[in-house]
């Protein structure tokens, strides 16, 4: 604990700032040419100018040269200023020299309107550019204000330019006593309220922190650099500062409505989880004479290979981590089953080690500590363990809709920004507050088009991120179970003994929100909770792993034309404050390095070689075998079969593939594939084709029809006045089904339609394929009863979404009282006159045209 204690003295000081000096030397020199290229040379060419400038202190010019000197003597002061920290020379200026550049901190200049450096000060003072003394005051007023709103107050940026503040002021105070400008020129103008700061993380106690550090051996830190939430507070408590590039102070609203995220799901313990923690902690007080813990001994097994004795001595070894790990996950039923652990722990010790050395005796001191602690623990009452909003953990779970909801458990809530995209999250904790409302609180798993990423990323279908949001929700806000699995076992199976319409998720990367950042995943445990990382399910195995390939972004469609690999990161839409974003970004920034290159296209299968050819006969055979094309398709000719072509494969996708891009719903769930491949039909009766030919166009028309990201409808009855029901049979048949009927170019018999099916439809046959789709039962509650009554629904009160308007075979024409309307007989003998005068014409003509043909 010396080091610890050491650091919480270092960060106390409030001027350290080491921890932002890389980021300020590697800027780089494309940052000082964009932002500040002035402060390298400044100091020389101010001096030329002012030399050659002419006029003095009544010319007329608003700055004197001899003002301008000491506003330039005010710039150097600034910069040059500098402090002892632990005998070494500590610069506040760093963080100020220069206006950060737009690629490394691209937020600043979305907070900052007006950004303003050192740097500026020094250009303007050389190209004498200020009109006034007061227009100087006012850009070092906005240097410390602008400090002041980006970064949380007393954080090491605002000490640091509250340092610098006091150096200005008191410059300024010389300038009025030489006379050299007025004192009402050397007040703060007034910029504006700084906004409020979101709460500091809450102090944790040691036994926490150690916690933490035992965690980083399991939990996977997603890189080096350390993205997560616990990365930034851990270095914080070590002695770091909050710099320019940490977390900002500023009001939840301030960025574009982004709401609070926490890194951790909040403490919701149980008195007797809170007496194991009161226990332990007390166990790290006791000190020996030189200052040290006396549990050091004990935090962890000695190393094997150093120590085989011990381990061929102690049979059942165990060590403080391994303790407050079995804590941590909750494995404690009872303060006497982790007394005996306590107890083992100690007793271990003195069995292995001499009497009177030192780690015996510590030993027997800590077992000593440790009872009279748990006689201390156990003579509390329950309620003093209460948390201090009074909430009531539920360790067993929560009753919910007749099913029990615990800690573990994959869900789906309710999102208020999107009701057809329910928000995918998994149970942390279960409590009850004061009065008697349940709630949970879950971690959120974010789909593709939530995220701001790089336009050529990829993702898995049905894919989601994990993020560092922990959110609480009230019961009645879980709509359902799901399940998420790491992409490793997503390929070989399914969990069983879950619900066939349980939607299966897969998760491969977490998602850093603030960097908009992908890092895979490398422990899928460290991604769950304490509870349940040791528990595993067990899975139904596919025959064969299956190949699933990843899909382009969906969010391609927001790409612009004018968008740069140096452009801005986009910002996320954000709506209610409980809810993932209405949609991510995408943008043309390099990818990161972390980032699997785009796959590359499948070359299409070579085209299907047709059938051998048939003997041809010989061509004045074929003149005299052409056969008229006949309407009712009854009779081909056989010589003619040969010629026709096959489709070709790449025209005819799997059915599988176009209606579900997730195998999650098809696996070991037959009513839940028969519904992603079953598509409702027009109840009307298919026209027969007047060629051959133009069956299989028709056919690869419905095989390449693109498909709305809804859900296909079960086959069920419904009525629609604009589309008439002729063939039951045809309503309900599987997409599928009808693909494979007509794929081959062979020649078939078409049944007779005639009964049913007006004369008229023969010569207009149907190219479209008349798909119907439902919304979720999420969605589809969320319409007003009123207005889905005045749409076709389904049996189960779902409304109908045609891809296609209704094809209307009767063409007869009615009246508004529902008679037939048709042409007088005397109209209609006037029409055949017409028609016969004009044939007799044409007839005429054509003899004519074919006389003078002869003659020439």
């Known amino acids: 604990m010396a080091d610890l204690n050491s650091a919480d003295a270092k960060a106390s000081e409030p001027v350290q700032s080491i921890e932002v000096e890389p980021t300020t030397k590697n800027e780089g020199t494309a940052d000082a040419k964009d932002e500040g290229a002035a402060d390298d040379n400044a100091d020389e060419d101010a001096e030329a100018d002012e030399d050659d400038a002419p006029g003095e202190e009544g010319d007329g010019r608003p700055v004197s040269r001899d003002q301008y000197k000491a506003l330039k003597n005010i710039a150097d002061i600034l910069t040059n200023h500098k402090i002892q920290v632990k005998n070494e ?15 490394v901190l691209p937020d600043y200049h979305e907070i900052i309107k007006d950004p303003v450096a050192i740097s500026t000060l020094k250009q303007k003072i050389q190209r004498k550019q200020y009109t006034g003394i007061p227009e100087f005051v006012r850009d070092f007023a906005l240097i410390v204000h602008n400090a002041q709103v980006y970064n949380r107050p007393n ?23 030489e006379g050299l400008i007025k004192e009402e020129e050397t007040v703060f103008p007034d910029l504006g309220e700084i906004p409020d700061a979101t709460p500091e993380p809450t102090p944790v106690s040691e036994d926490e922190e150690d916690n933490d550090d035992e965690d980083e051996e399991d939990e996977d830190d997603d890189g080096a650099d350390d993205d997560s939430e616990d990365g930034r507070r851990k270095r914080r408590r070590r002695g770091g500062r ?25 403490k919701v313990d149980t008195p007797m989880e809170a007496r194991i923690k009161a226990i332990l902690k007390g166990l790290r007080k006791p000190k020996d004479k030189a200052g040290n813990l006396k549990i050091r001994h004990f935090e962890r097994l000695p190393d094997k290979q150093e120590y085989p004795s011990y381990f061929a001595e102690i049979k059942d070894p165990i060590a403080l981590d391994m303790i407050k790990k079995k804590a941590k996950r909750k494995k404690y039923q009872s303060i006497e089953q982790f007394m005996k652990d306590i107890d083992l722990l100690f007793n271990n010790a003195k069995q292995f080690n001499e009497d009177g050395s030192e780690i015996y005796q510590d030993a027997a001191d800590l077992h000593t500590e440790a009872q009279k602690l748990v006689e201390i623990e156990k003579a509390k009452p329950d309620d003093e363990y209460l948390m201090e909003d009074g909430r009531r953990p539920l360790p067993n779970g929560i009753l919910h809709k007749n099913e029990l909801w615990r800690v573990g458990d994959w869900i789906h809530l309710q999102n208020q920004n999107d009701v057809t995209k329910p928000i995918v999250a998994q149970i942390y904790r279960t409590w009850e507050d004061t009065e008697g409302q349940k709630w949970i609180n879950a971690c959120w798993y974010y789909r593709p088009e939530q995220t701001v990423h790089q336009y050529e990323k990829h993702f898995w279908p049905n894919e989601v991120v994990k993020t560092g949001q922990y959110r609480d929700h009230q019961i009645d806000e879980v709509l359902d179970r799901c399940f998420v699995m790491f992409f490793t076992r997503y390929t070989r ?21 603030e960097k908009h950042r992908f890092n895979k995943i490398k422990t899928w445990a460290s991604c769950l909770p304490d509870e349940v990382r040791d528990k595993d399910y067990e899975m139904d195995l596919f025959d064969n792993p299956r190949k699933i390939k990843k899909v382009p972004s969906p969010l391609k469609h927001l790409l612009k034309d004018d968008m740069t690999d140096s452009g801005p990161l986009p910002t996320p839409q954000w709506g209610h404050p409980n809810a993932p974003p209405i949609i991510g970004g995408i943008h043309k920034q390099p990818r990161e390095e972390n980032q699997s290159p785009p796959p590359e296209p499948t070359p299409p299968p070579p085209p299907t070689p047709p059938p051998p050819v048939a003997r041809q006969p010989s061509m004045s055979t074929v003149t005299s075998m ?3 094309p006949v309407v009712n398709g009854a009779s081909h000719t056989p010589t003619l079969q040969p010629q026709l072509t096959r489709p070709s494969p790449s025209l005819t996708p ?3 593939q176009h209606q579900s891009i997730s195998p999650a719903p098809q696996y070991g769930r037959q009513n839940s594939f028969a519904q992603s491949q079953t598509t409702y039909r027009a109840n009307i009766a298919p026209s027969t084709p007047a060629l051959q030919q133009n069956h299989h166009s028709y056919t690869t028309h419905q095989q390449i029809q693109p498909q709305p990201s809804l859900t296909p409808a079960r086959p069920g009855s419904y009525t629609s006045s604009a589309t008439p029901s002729h063939s039951q049979a045809a ?12 794929a081959a170019p062979t020649s078939q018999s078409y049944p007779n339609y005639s009964s049913a099916t007006p004369a008229a439809a023969s010569t207009y046959p149907d190219h479209r394929a008349g798909d119907v789709f439902v919304l979720s039962d999420t969605a589809n509650a969320s319409i007003p009863k009123s207005i889905r009554d005045k749409f076709p629904q389904d049996d189960q009160g779902r409304v109908l979404f045609f891809t296609k308007p209704p094809v209307v075979h009767d063409l007869t024409v009615r ?34 045209e074919a006389a003078k043909r002869v003659k020439v």
Do not use: W
């Open 242 to 266: 909050t710099s320019i590039s940490g977390r900002k102070g500023r009001d939840d609203d301030d960025k574009a409505g982004e709401p609070k995220r926490r890194g951790r799901p909040p």
């Open 626 to 628: 052409a056969p008229r």
């Open 493 to 513: 199976g399914r969990p069983r003994n879950i619900s066939p319409t349980t939607e299966v998720y897969v998760c491969e990367a977490r998602y850093n929100e």
């Open 731 to 742: 309503f309900g048949r599987p997409l599928y089904q009808q693909q494979t009927s007509t």
């Open 654 to 656: 799997n059915p599988y």
């Open 155 to 177: 954080s090491g940026p605002v000490r640091d330019v509250f340092l610098l503040q006091d150096v200005f002021k008191e410059e300024l105070k010389k300038l009025v006593d």
């Open 89 to 103: 020379d500590y610069f506040p200026s760093q963080l100020f020299k220069r206006i950060p550049n737009r690629r």
């Open 815 to 848: 009246g508004k009282e529902g008679q037939v309307l048709k042409h007088t007989e005397r109209y209609l003998k006037a029409k055949a006159e017409r028609e016969a005068k004009k044939r007799a014409r044409d007839l005429e003509r054509t003899r004519m």
